[in-house]
């Protein structure tokens, strides 16, 4: 049980003033020990403990300092050699170990964790990792039998550890054996491993990538960082596990490369901008969606390592197609094996329950306030997006990072050093994490998940915000639901719905969620939440589709949506692609994938997004007709849209709406058309404006109005 918090003072070789080396070798349960240096051998003494063993070698067979060979001898007369891992230099040095204290390292991941390595000219692996609270650790792996005593790590400075073990290489599995200054013993992942064992197993992988990209991810093309606010983004949303499965294979989940082979086709051929999927970081619990990580550094290999999740992502970079990630620093669970009481200490979380324990999901809160937790974090996120090169990070609960107070009762918090209920620390963690992350990386999207009013999410920091690039309009998403959700008899009294979120719709930049959290825990699937018979929850679901594709903001929808699957998602099962054996579904994922190639075809639908200038009512209180109009607009390339939406069950013929130009109005759009399953009442391609005026427009048009549908109109030129 011996340990000690600097092995490498004491073990391996070191100077005497004998002019001789002296070579200690600590190895318990053997009965003999040799050293070989130069082609010469020297018997090891057995001094001061068993176990202990002591070589003196003179300065003339070593005269500079070089690696040596150890041979060990059991009682059974079995025996091995390696070289000795307490001869080799520390692998970081002192500018590492100053900038990891104070929090300054943003790419961390360099340094600490498992490194592949040539060192002294020996082939091996460097070990390092933070847990300053320890009395001892050591790696543990397949490679010294799991027995801590062979592989002790030294303390470097800012509560580092670090062992070069030569001649191990990758794919070994490993973890640290931390005994605490209580004398526990925590077997621990590494915080930094690239790469681990599929759950339920939970060992590190020593990992060295070799995957070299073929295509720059999107963005890399130096235009300006705002740009992304008038760009068409369209996202889509997957769960890898179930997206599609092999049912002649026990219904397994398809690996890194098999969805490669199918996925980027797909999103490609659908017209989406942009996949985004559910946390890819290694978690023990799959039904906790990937939003309670063990592994920050790790993509899950449940569907193979890390190269072919390169891969993976470099398919979509080949089609043009973004690819983002949802993260969740937030919080991570309480499994022994991981982050949580780390070495002994709440290191990572805060001590007290109040601060670091999450009522709603019995996990653990990060300490912000913390340096080295802030840059675990900060390096982490730059890790995906320069490591894996992902061209943005949906950042999970922010709202719940923001609060101190968030789902906890009077008494269940504590407040800032002002009194509030802000989290002043979490608050200037984000600033710094979206700083860093937009001066290291062309047009990165980070995207906030934040539910309520809190000003300036994505705002620039130095106008006081928090930096993000964009926000998710949880207000729009609950409202929309809500209306479409009625029958159609009852919808003039909720018509607010439809109204009240232009009232704030260019307080942020925003994209339009309807996002798994809304098919899942009895919510229903958004074709069931849509009222009436069978036709008409396909022409609510086909009308809410055009409405949103012309609301201002970005788009973004889960899988299995975009052909209205009637049974909620489920995690463990395959999306219901038999479905598509039928028309009206099969016109349902037809109208998506005609909504994203007219949303890139017409500007008007997104230059102008996060700019009031870009949006103009023209009919906002035909709330008995359940009808709405307004106009989206391009000040770049100077052209217009008209969105009618006619959300009541009648047919409105030569319906009557105000315009402001003379000329032919193309309809571009009709959700009712027989191409999506409709009835295909509509214009006949366009309709002709009339010189008569009408509700303050000096010009008007009359159009043929389908019941629950949604139509656009291109404006003349």
Known sequence: NFRHSNPHSFLGIHPTDNKEWVINIWKPDVIQVNISINKKKFKAVNQFMPGFFVAKIPYRVLDKFNPYVVEVVYANQNSYKYIDPYCFWPTLGDLDIHLLGEGQHHEMYKKLGSHVMIWQGIEGVSFSVWAPNAQSISVVGDFNYWDGRQHMMRMLGSGIWEIFIPQIKENEKYKFEIHDQNYQKHLKTDPIAFYAEQPPKTASIIFKSGYQFKNTKIGQNGTKKSSNLQKPISIYEVHLESWRKVPDEQNRSLTYKELAAQLPDYVEKMGFTHVEFLPVMEHPYGGSWGYQISSYFAPTSRFGNPDDFKFLVDSFHERNIGVILDWAPAHFPKDEFSLGRFDGTSLYEHQDPRQGEHPDWGTYIFNFGRNEVRNFLISNALYWILNFQVDGLRIDAVASMLYLDYSRKDGEWIPNENGGRENLSAIQFLKQLNELVYSTSPEPLMIAEESTDWNGVSRPT???????????????????????????????????????????????????????????????????????????????????????????????????????QWREWNHSQSLDWHLLDAGDHRGIQYLISELNRLYKTYPALYTNDCDSEGFKWIEVDQFNENIIVFKRISTMAISEIICVGNFSGNYRENYRIGVSKLGYYSEILNTDSRWFGGTNIGNWGGVRAQTLPYKGFPFSIEVNLPPLSTLWFETPK
């Open 462 to 564: 130095y106008l006081g915000g928090l930096g993000f690039g964009f926000k998710w309009n949880m207000g729009w998403m609950h409202d929309t639901l809500n209306y479409f959700s009625k029958d159609p008899v009852f919808r003039k009294y909720h018509h607010q719905d439809l109204t009240f979120g232009f009232l704030y719709a260019w307080n942020e930049n925003f994209i339009l969620p309807l996002s798994h959290d809304e098919v899942v825990h009895g919510k229903k699937s958004l074709i069931e939440k849509m009222p009436g018979d069978h036709w008409q929850k396909f022409s609510n679901l086909r009308a809410l589709y055009g409405y949103m594709w012309a609301y201002p903001g970005k788009k973004h929808l889960f899988m299995g949506n975009e052909w209205g």
